[in-house]
């Protein structure tokens, strides 16, 4: 079922993906409310520079506060309607909860309850929330699929992303609250996020500093531009799950239900080497890379690469957007956002 949004919560709103979600919808003349709490896990300017440009949008509305904070949150909703919640706040990074565990129970587990319990009290028609690749954890079958099992997490972050999978079914069966889930896979663009290898790697070439290549460079990911990530997004958060008829508790299908729920992979559909992506981070940049091989860190896994069947059957909707340009794209804005910070060798 598609639904027609006119007003949309978006949480993390100052983040990457919630910032240029929001954007998204503003220009489509959807009303925005955006919940953020700022927190200092990177640089909070570049939050606010994300802001800035939101809030020249009379159709944006902000609110500093943390999800995991109930009565904050319910203040929230018991002030607007929203026809549809994006959910996209939340502790990230894998490395992080190997330091920080409480960090992502606070925002990842309260704090989704508390979004499932104002969406499911205050008649929200939609709740699509963040999940992501990493939930696939230990499996080697390869591309992961949503009807994959899923229950072999390696790192706490990712248990918290399922937990929200397991949360969000269970409040699908329970109240009827259509519930989309997104695994998205290692996103990169515009207005990044400076723990990201992107950004880590083209500011520490730009600045002749050595950059830090876990597993030897062994690696494969599934980097997914940003615009690709938006429009599926977008698309999604129109179309409202329907019970799959087929359904059966002897053979359970993980990625569908017999309640209005639905899970999809968000990824480009073509894993890269690290190598070769480092490759097109020099090129774009015009300087070779001085690299440090180290082992693979705790928590990290191999390889990913999405089966995007699902999304391209029900939305109509294969992310494509080749590597080579996102990159360009990304280091066009850096180049401009930090031109005072540059040094050239």
């Known amino acids: 079922m598609d639904i027609n949004i006119k007003s949309a919560l978006v949480t993390g709103a100052a983040g990457f993906i919630g910032f240029h979600l929001s954007l998204r919808l503003l220009k489509e003349g959807i009303y925005v409310t955006g919940i953020d709490n700022l927190n200092p896990y990177y640089d909070v300017s570049l939050k606010e520079s994300r802001l800035a440009q939101l809030t020249r949008y009379e159709k944006f509305t902000f609110v500093r506060a943390d999800i995991s904070d109930k009565n904050a949150t319910e203040n929230v909703f018991a002030n607007n309607r929203f026809d549809v919640v994006v959910n996209l706040a939340a502790q990230a ?19 989704f309850t508390n979004i499932l319990e ?12 963040a999940s992501s690749s990493s939930v696939y954890g230990a499996n080697t079958k390869m591309p992961f699929s949503v009807h994959d099992n899923v229950d072999h997490p390696v790192s706490l972050y990712a248990a918290t992303k399922k937990a929200n999978e397991l949360m969000a079914h269970s409040y699908s069966h329970l109240y009827g609250l259509p519930c989309t889930g997104l695994r998205f896979f290692t996103v990169y663009g515009p207005w990044g996020r400076p723990d990201m290898a992107l950004f880590l790697f083209a500011d520490a070439i730009l600045e002749n500093k050595p950059i830090k290549v876990f597993n030897h460079g062994k690696m494969t990911r599934d980097f997914t531009y940003i615009d690709d990530i938006i429009e599926g997004v977008s698309r999604i958060m129109k179309k409202v799950p329907e019970p799959n008829p087929g359904w059966s508790g002897n053979n359970p299908d993980p990625g569908t239900s017999y309640a209005r729920y639905k899970i999809y992979n968000i990824g480009n559909n ?19 890379a001085e690299m440090e091989l180290l082992d693979l860190q705790p928590g990290d896994v191999v390889s990913t690469y999405a089966d995007v069947d699902d999304l391209i059957k029900d939305v109509g909707f294969k992310p494509d957007t080749p590597l080579e340009t996102g990159i360009k794209e990304f280091v066009n804005w850096y180049v401009d956002y930090y031109k005072k910070k540059i040094k050239q060798a």
């Open 93 to 111: 990074g894998v490395r992080y909860s190997l330091k920080n565990p409480h960090s992502y129970i606070n925002s990842n587990i309260v704090g």
């Open 118 to 129: 104002c969406c499911r009290h205050n008649h929200v028609q939609h709740l699509v929330f």
């Open 270 to 288: 073509s894993p890269v080497e690290l190598m070769k992506f480092i490759e097109l981070i020099e090129k774009a940049v015009g300087k070779k």
